[in-house]
Structures are given as structure tokens and as C-alpha cells.
């Protein structure tokens, strides 16, 4: 499902649909952008969830996503940033979004988010009381 952006909507067309794409969480969004801001390194979970002062869980979550949309790459729960030029360009400027327009940028992580969860609530099997 795709929003429509709104005339007054800082974020670009592309980098909203990308958000909507890959980005379920603030803290997902902040790791990817940590192994970006150094692309050789390579990570352990609880270190990008320290560096990002959030839990582990919420990482490993978050950076599964983010290998099976090719946009990490994982070994033995080790992570590293790798993506093809085009991607690249595409991250740099969610980047550029985020560090402009942080409110509008988290505003639709969290109402993305919301959705998400109440989509999946409406799933859910519920015992009689």
C-alpha cells in the first residue's frame, strides 16, 4: 500500500516509498544508517544495540529485515552495510531526509508501524471469555 504524498511533504516521492518498503522502526532506520556512516566495519548485534541504546531483540529484528531485503549483509550473526550503487544513492538520501526532516521522517516510521501492528491485531485468534 502506498501513501500519497502531500504537496507540502518534505519527503522525497522515492524516499518515502523506500521507508514504506523497508523501514519498520526508528531503531532499524538508525542501524542502517550506523553501518552506513562506516561501511567496513562489521558488527555484532549487541554493539549496534548499545551504540544505538536500544535492545538487542529490536536490532536482530530489525537487521534480519534488512539482509533479506539485500540491503545488509549478515554472517554468523555478524552484520556489515553492502548495497549496489543505485541502493547506495537511495540510503544517502533517506540519510539527508532523516537529518532534515526528522519529525516528518519518524512520523511515518510510527504510523507505518501502527498500521503494521493493526493489521496484524485483526489476524489474531482471540479465546472466548
Not at 552495510?81 to 544517502?92: A, F, L, P
Not at 508501524?113 to 472466548?128: G, H, P, W
Amino acid at each position: 500500500m502506498h501513501e500519497v504524498a502531500m504537496a507540502d511533504d518534505p519527503i522525497p516521492p522515492d524516499i518515502r516509498d523506500f521507508i514504506q518498503r523497508h523501514i519498520d522502526s526508528v531503531a532499524q532506520l538508525e542501524a542502517l544508517l550506523l553501518l552506513r556512516s562506516n561501511p567496513s566495519a562489521i558488527w555484532d548485534i549487541a554493539t549496534i544495540a548499545k551504540r544505538l541504546y536500544t535492545s538487542e531483540r529490536e536490532i536482530r529484528d530489525g537487521l534480519e529485515r534488512l539482509c533479506a531485503d539485500a540491503l545488509l549483509s549478515c554472517n554468523d550473526g555478524m552484520f556489515c552495510y553492502t548495497s549496489t550503487s543505485d541502493i547506495q544513492e537511495k540510503i544517502d538520501r533517506l540519510a539527508t531526509a532523516y537529518a532534515q526532516y526528522l519529525i516528518p521522517v519518524t512520523n511515518m516510521i510510527h504510523t507505518k508501524s501502527r498500521r503494521i501492528r493493526e493489521f496484524a491485531d485483526a489476524f489474531k485468534l482471540r479465546k472466548d471469555r
